[in-house]
């Protein structure tokens, strides 16, 4: 009794690809940065907004892991999406709310600015769209050494000056927060 060969559907040399997953996650990838950063914009809830914020840098992290630049993503997570996000939320905290009705000038021009970025950013999208022919793929990872490098021979003295900076703006930060408003210095006094 001869066994008979079950023939598939498809041919044995045809190799199943996942072409569509990365602008799949591009796609996804830009919206969430597209529409945290307009979120961040147009919220009124400051802590909300510095949330979305954090979102937004996540997602411009998982472009730089798209890229190839995982080192890059690294720091995009640890400096932005964590350093930077909680330092807002520090300063949200520590900032005193008044009750006081406040507007701001910019979130009164919503509609000008809707359009102004329309006319700037539709014809980037469509040159873009017309004009994009995909580099050939490097292999991920092999960006630490070069990045490194430039960051400790060539760029290493604004490194240094950036971290003066951002110290200066810590202590600045902090000698802000603890200077007393006039009322509650006086109150002090009274008691």
Not at 83 to 99: C, H, P, R
Not at 148 to 168: G, K, M, R, Y
Request: no cysteine.
């Amino acid at each position: 009794m001869r066994l008979r060969r079950r023939r598939s559907a498809r041919p044995a040399d045809d190799d199943v690809t996942f072409d569509f997953v990365e602008p799949v996650v591009f796609a996804v990838l830009s919206i969430g940065v597209i529409a945290g950063g307009v979120a961040v914009v147009m919220l009124n809830r400051i802590t909300a907004a510095a949330l979305l914020m954090a979102f937004t840098f996540l997602s411009m992290a998982g472009m730089f892991v798209l890229l190839g630049a995982e080192t890059i993503a690294a720091f995009q997570v640890l400096i932005y999406v964590g350093a930077i996000t909680v330092l807002i939320l520090y300063g949200v905290m520590f900032t005193k709310f008044s009750t006081s009705p406040r507007a701001l000038f910019f979130q009164k021009q919503t509609p000008l600015a809707a359009v102004f970025v329309a006319a700037v950013a539709v014809p980037i999208v469509i040159v873009a769209t017309l004009s994009f022919t995909g580099a050939p793929p490097r292999p991920g990872g092999g960006d630490l050494p070069a990045l490194a490098t430039s960051v400790f021979t060539d760029f290493a003295f604004p490194f240094e000056i950036a971290s003066v900076l951002l110290l200066a703006a810590m202590v600045g930060a902090i000698v802000l927060t603890k200077r007393d408003d006039q009322e509650e210095a006086a109150a002090r006094r009274r008691r």
